[in-house]
């Protein structure tokens, strides 16, 4: 059974409630049809109600709760809850009342009150907009300070990581973290594996140089992120700096960095910033066919996660399997 196969059977054995933000959306209403078959979890969908009694299968009208936030009983409560915890940062109550009728917001705060156990959007809204509302409200979880995004990949036919699963991370959210902030992301990820796979991390802090085999400020970065990582994380598996055919590949490990405990086998990818996440992850996903799911929200204390625009209704089904498994 594959890992995203077994996660979904996790899912199912537990069927958690999830919020779906972009409940008219073609691929959404897709793959609720999927979700609901399959049984993977019980769902809210949001939106304009008009559009979803147009656009959703009878399957989907019969099986999800709908919700319509200019147009729902617990608006007005809602909007209330979200003035008491954002009037600190100068939310007015007019200003609450606006924003909880857009569905990321509603959906947000349908996961804070406990009404949902986790929110899945991002197929027409960008990264920003759905992260947002969750960083605002649903915060960090205890303990961590830093929210980041990783994704699932599984790449087909691939001996490499383990067995083609890798997580990648930061993909999604923070630009240009620091060392320290590339240390947490690369500790939060090596829990996000150890929870969605169930296998031991072997972290890679990737670089464009393999051991020193380059000199740059921006190596200097990733050199310190692993120094305060192992600190962090003794237990970790975790080695860099390391070029990516280092990380993967055990005969370039063997000349480029003989005796790294990662070297060759690696199967949590830290990239340096955003731009190589956002760009590495999509390049294995198209060019090598990979199953990618995410952006993964970790670090978050309850699960929001995002889609790229990109995805497929596939992809919102996996999604929507692993925040049920993250609530659990
Ligand atoms: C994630 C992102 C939207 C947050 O930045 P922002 O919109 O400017 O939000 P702010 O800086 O105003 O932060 C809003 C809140 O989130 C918190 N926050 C922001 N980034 C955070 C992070 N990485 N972890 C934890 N909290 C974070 C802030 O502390 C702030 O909390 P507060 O309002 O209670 O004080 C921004 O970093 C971003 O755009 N990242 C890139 C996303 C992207 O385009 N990805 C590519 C496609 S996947
Ligand atoms: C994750 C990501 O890159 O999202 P999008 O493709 O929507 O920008």
Redesign the pocket.
């Known amino acids: 059974m594959s890992v995203l196969e077994s996660i979904k059977e996790k899912a199912k054995a537990s069927k958690r409630c999830i919020v779906l933000a972009e409940g008219t959306e073609k691929r959404t209403l897709k793959a609720a049809e999927s979700i609901l078959k399959e049984g993977i979890a019980e769902l809210i969908m949001l939106g304009d109600e008009d559009e979803f009694k147009k656009s959703a299968p009878s399957s989907v009208l019969d099986g999800v709760t709908f919700r319509d936030p200019s147009n729902s009983p617990d608006t007005e409560r809602l909007a209330q809850e979200l003035y008491e915890l954002r009037k600190n940062?100068g939310v007015t109550i007019e200003k609450a009342r606006q924003l909880v009728l857009d569905p990321l917001y509603y959906g947000v705060m349908l996961v804070k009150m406990g009404q949902a156990d986790g929110m899945v959007a991002g197929a027409i809204h960008?990264?920003?907009d759905v992260?947002?509302p969750a960083?605002?409200i649903i915060?960090?979880a205890p303990g961590i300070a830093?929210?980041?995004?990783c994704f699932l990949m599984e790449v087909p036919n691939s001996s490499y990581g383990h067995d083609g699963v890798f997580i990648f991370a930061d993909?999604?959210?923070?630009?240009n973290p620091n060392a320290e902030e590339l240390a947490h992301i690369a500790v939060t990820s090596a829990n996000t594996f150890k929870n969605l796979v169930g296998a031991e991390p072997r972290v890679a802090m990737l670089s464009f140089s393999t051991k020193g085999s380059a000199q740059h400020e921006l190596v200097d970065k990733v050199v310190q992120a692993t120094q305060i990582a192992k600190q962090l994380a003794p237990d970790i598996a975790l080695d860099g700096e390391l070029q990516v055919d280092a990380a993967l590949v055990e005969s370039v490990a063997e000349l480029k960095a003989p005796g790294s405990p990662v070297g060759g086998k690696a199967n949590v990818l830290i990239f340096p910033d955003?731009q190589a996440g956002?760009i590495g992850y999509k390049l294995v996903e198209r060019l090598a066919g990979a199953t990618a799911v995410g952006?993964i929200c970790q670090?978050i204390a309850k699960p929001v996660n995002?889609l790229?625009r990109g995805c497929k209704p596939e992809d919102i089904v996996d999604a929507v399997a692993i925040t049920a498994v993250q609530s659990m």
Not at 171 to 175: A, D, F, L, R, Y
């Open positions: 940062k960008s990264t920003p992260l947002r960083l605002q915060k960090t830093l929210v980041s995004g993909c999604g959210v923070n630009p955003l956002n952006p670090g995002d790229s």
